[in-house]
């Protein structure tokens, strides 16, 4: 038997989703000269109105994500899964108009929210003071990127999509956020694929390489794009964050920068990166005088670099042997050889694996990274994450 899909509107004045809040509140407002104009007028701003959807009573913009989540066996699975102590104080990042947070409010002790748009924070504090939850709720009105998180202890969010690397590095490397249990976070199918990629698998790639650093992460569920409203473009899935209580011993920035040339050309083979010519230039400034010194054997090895004799069939008379980028390259060559990752490729090695090709590398004077440190290492975790997005 066919069943009439629930229209976008029916669904989100659905009582138990809030919407008849969400109506009501937005009609409030409109009262007091704005709120219908939410609506109706051109407020799309930047990103045109075209970028918005105008369902039930309040515009909800793409541009920031805003894809509620309604189906209540979700919604009630991601509280489940997220182990929510009655002491527990949950950081959720962008609540909407508060489906989630009504429920982490239900389990936890406190609840910290993090939105930017003023509209779901009126519409969230009317419907926790409803509930009786308003003592217990802590909205910080503005950019998660940007604002000081207050304390909490365990993270269950519904994240704006477009934010979802910036955000993960700012939790797992901020400076400034402290400790936390584990983070259950729904994310885009794609992007959660790649976070949980392993060496080997072909999604695998560097920001899994960073996560994995510091934290252990698992799948938890697949969420159909139906399961929300407006109905995203894509599928999402369900992953927890359990930041490690120990993380190895490395410079960070410099494992960050290790990590960005490696994976750079993740199906090459290291040998193929790291000597080419613009690397090895790049290479040579950053690392250290000793690299440079005659070490008695800068001729041809016997680490199997075969085109070593032949100055790997370069036309490019810099690179030969008895010119100092020869010769850096050919330490280079060794050392790779040494730990027998001349024909390893970056995208089926291991944290592990990769963690011993640095130490070897910076061990011989080799770096990847100037040594000026950024003020905030969650800046530079960004700058790691960047192109990841
Ligand atoms: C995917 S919706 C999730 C809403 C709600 N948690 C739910 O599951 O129904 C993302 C929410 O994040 C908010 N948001 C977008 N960018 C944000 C940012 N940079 N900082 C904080 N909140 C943000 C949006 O306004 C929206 O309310």
């Excluded at 209580?245 to 290790?258: G, H, N, T, Y």
Aim: glycine letters at 8%; hydrophobic letters at 35%; charged letters at 30%.
């Amino acid at each position: 038997m066919l069943h009439r899909r629930k229209s976008l509107s029916d669904r989100l004045l659905n009582p138990s989703f809030g919407g008849q809040f969400l109506s009501r509140c937005l009609r409030k407002k409109s009262s007091r000269g704005y709120g219908d104009d939410v609506c109706r007028k051109s407020k799309a701003g930047k990103h045109g109105e075209q970028d918005e959807e105008k369902e039930g009573r309040v515009r909800l913009l793409k541009s920031r994500g805003q894809h509620l989540l309604t189906n209540p066996r979700v919604l009630d699975s991601i509280v489940r899964t997220s182990d929510i102590k009655p002491d527990d104080t949950v950081l959720e990042i962008g609540p909407g108009t508060g489906n989630l947070t009504l429920k982490l409010l239900e389990a936890a002790r406190r609840v910290v929210a993090v939105e930017i748009d003023n509209r779901m924070v009126e519409i969230l504090r009317k419907r926790a003071a409803e509930r009786g939850f308003q003592d217990r709720l802590n909205i910080v009105s503005g950019d998660a990127l940007k604002t000081k998180f207050p304390e909490f202890n365990l993270v269950v969010a519904n994240i704006p999509y477009g934010i979802s690397s910036p955000l993960l590095a700012k939790l797992v490397y901020g400076v400034n956020v402290n400790p936390f249990r584990s983070a259950t976070l729904l994310l885009q199918k794609e992007f959660a694929r790649r976070l949980l990629a392993k060496p080997g698998d072909s999604e695998f790639n560097r920001l899994a390489v960073n996560m994995k650093l510091v934290a252990e992460l698992e799948f938890v569920m697949d969420v159909s794009k139906r399961d929300f409203v407006p109905c995203p473009k894509v599928d999402s899935s369900v992953i927890k964050i359990y930041p490690k209580s120990e993380i190895p011993d490395v410079d960070l920035e410099e494992w960050w920068a290790f990590t960005r040339t490696c994976f750079s050309k993740k199906n090459k083979t290291l040998g193929a990166t790291l000597k080419q010519k613009r690397k090895l230039m790049e290479l040579m400034k950053l690392s250290k005088a000793e690299v440079f010194a005659d070490d008695g054997n800068p001729e041809c090895h016997d680490d199997g670099d075969e085109e070593c004799d032949s100055d790997e069939g370069s036309s490019d008379s810099s690179l030969n042997s008895g010119t100092g980028i020869g010769l850096f390259r050919t330490k280079i060559v060794r050392i790779l050889g040494s730990g027998g990752f001349l024909e390893k490729r970056p995208s089926k090695l291991s944290n592990d694996e990769l963690l011993q090709l640095l130490s070897l590398l910076n061990g011989a004077g080799i770096y990847f990274h100037d040594g000026t440190k950024k003020k905030d290492t969650c800046e530079a975790a960004f700058a790691a994450c960047d192109d990841l997005l």
